[in-house]
T-cell receptor, first 114, second 113 residues
Framework: AQSVAQPEDQVNVAEGNPLTVKCTYS??????LFWYVQYPNRGLQFLLK??????LVKGSYGFEAEFNKSQTSFHLKKPSALVSDSALYFC????????????FGQGTTLQVKP | DAGVTQSPTHLIKTRGQQVTLRCSPK?????VSWYQQALGQGPQFIFQ???????QRGNFPDRFSGHQFPNYSSELNVNALLLGDSALYLC????????????FGPGTRLTVT
């Protein structure tokens, strides 16, 4: 079965420090991978995607993610965290057999402290 | 360029009642997907509509049904509401040939009492 795992419920970082939010996936074939961010009482906002090509994907608001096929990971990163980055982050993968369906992880809360 | 809009923002219903949620896709998009996000969980795929027909469906009972109109807007209907149906319902729109690139609306918060 296809799945996405976000092993950390919460990540705490100090403002200005680099941040990493982890994601691993399980899917047959070549994965389509996504990161979304959700602010309180809001819908999901698209950050970035990996479909093919360079393993380092750059996205919105200074975020980037590294696709690692051997480790089946797609970790979200940012060189310097901002307090305004504090939110709930979701990793997702496209379902191979149901291409209109995105499979989401449980989410990771990022807390950036001043 | 208007993004995905949903109405209402919040809704409170009683167990056993029926509810209808509405979604207008992003301008130019022709495909609408619905997701249920329970508290503390990631979104779960309910179904997807294209050309006014249900094309894909997730693991949800028949109490969940939908409709797509000629202008591509969509409705999600839930019958015989259960307490467990309380969740944030998200609508996402996309282009049919790039269906994985989904843009989400702000959601409708449904509370069943």
């Amino acid at each position: 079965a296809q799945s996405v795992a976000q092993p950390e419920d919460q990540v705490n970082v100090a403002e200005g420090n680099p941040l990493t939010v982890k994601c691993t996936y399980s899917v047959s074939g070549n994965p389509y991978l996504f990161w979304y961010v959700q602010y309180p009482n809001r819908g999901l906002q698209f950050l970035l995607k990996y479909i093919t090509g360079d393993n380092l994907v750059k996205g919105s608001y200074g975020f980037e993610a590294e696709f690692n096929k051997s480790q089946t990971s797609f970790h979200l990163k940012k060189p310097s965290a901002l307090v305004s980055d504090s939110a709930l982050y979701f990793c997702a993968v496209r379902d191979i057999s149901n291409t209109g369906k995105l499979i989401f992880g449980q989410g990771t809360t990022l807390q950036v402290k001043p | 360029d208007a993004g995905v809009t949903q109405s209402p923002t919040h809704l409170i219903k009683t167990r056993g009642q029926q509810v209808t949620l509405r979604c207008s896709p992003k301008s130019g998009h022709d495909t609408v997907s619905w997701y249920q996000q329970a508290l503390g969980q990631g979104p779960q795929f309910i179904f997807q509509y294209y050309e006014e027909e249900e094309r894909q469906r997730g693991n949800f009972p028949d109490r969940f049904s939908g409709h797509q109109f000629p202008n591509y807007s969509s409705e999600l209907n839930v019958n015989a509401l259960l307490l467990g149906d309380s969740a944030l319902y998200l609508c996402a729109s996309s282009l049919r040939d790039r269906v994985h690139e989904q843009y989400f609306g702000p959601g409708t918060r449904l509370t069943v009492t």
